[in-house]
C-alpha cells in the first residue's frame, strides 16, 4: 500500500505551508519548477518578438491589401493581427509571471524575431508572406513546446493553445492562396 509520505498529492500541508512562506521574491515560482527560469524567459521573449512582427505584418497587409477580393482577404488579416496580439499578450503576462520584463522595445524586433516583416505586394504575395510566417511560427512553437514538456507545464498549456491558432492561421492562408491560385500546394 502506498504511504501518504510517497504520494506527492499528500504532501505534508503544514511543510507545504512552511514552503510557500519562503522565497516570497520568487512569485509563481516554486521549489518545483524543473526549468531554467533564465532559459524559459529568453525563450518566451523570442516568441514575444515573433509575435509582435506578426502583429505588424497582418495589421500593415489589412489596409495595403487591394484587388477584388480585398475586402475579405483584409478580414481575414484584421482577425489574425487580433489573434496575433492576443498571443503577444499571454507571452508577455507568462514572462512576467516567471519574473522576467517582456521585451517590447522596437529596438533589433525584426533580429528577435523568428518570421519576418515581409514587404509589400499583390494580394497573393501577402498571402504567400504570411502562411511561410505561419509555417516559421508552428515549427517554432512545436520546438518550444517539446523543450518546455514536463519543466514547464504552464508555459506549455499556453503554447500548446498558440500553436493550435498558428495552425488554423496557415490553414486560413493556404485556403485563401489555393482559392485565389487554383491550385492546392505551394511550387
Known amino acids: 500500500m502506498e504511504s501518504q509520505k510517497d504520494n506527492l498529492f499528500l504532501r505534508d500541508v503544514e511543510k507545504l505551508r512552511a514552503d510557500a512562506k519562503k522565497s516570497l521574491e520568487d512569485g509563481a515560482i516554486t521549489a518545483n519548477y524543473q526549468g531554467s527560469v533564465e532559459t524559459a524567459i529568453e525563450l518566451l521573449q523570442a516568441a514575444l518578438a515573433t509575435e509582435i512582427v506578426c502583429v505588424l505584418r497582418y495589421s500593415m497587409n489589412a489596409i495595403a491589401v487591394q484587388g477584388l477580393n480585398s475586402k475579405s482577404v483584409a478580414a481575414e488579416f484584421t482577425e489574425h493581427a487580433a489573434d496575433e496580439q492576443r498571443h503577444m499578450g499571454m507571452i508577455a503576462e507568462r514572462i512576467d509571471q516567471l519574473g522576467g520584463t517582456p521585451n517590447f522595445d522596437p529596438e533589433g524586433l525584426a533580429a528577435r524575431s523568428s518570421t519576418e516583416y515581409g514587404g509589400p505586394g499583390e494580394l497573393i504575395e501577402l498571402v504567400k508572406q504570411n502562411l511561410i510566417a505561419e509555417r516559421i511560427a508552428v515549427e517554432h ?11 514547464d507545464p504552464t508555459t506549455r498549456l499556453m503554447l500548446e ?10 490553414t486560413d ?14 511550387k
Open 161 to 170: 493553445h498558440i500553436l493550435e491558432d498558428e495552425e488554423d492561421h496557415a
Open 141 to 151: 512553437y512545436r520546438d518550444l513546446i517539446g523543450y518546455f514538456t514536463d519543466k
Open 173 to 186: 492562408m493556404h485556403d485563401l492562396l489555393v482559392a485565389h491560385e487554383g491550385k492546392p500546394m505551394l
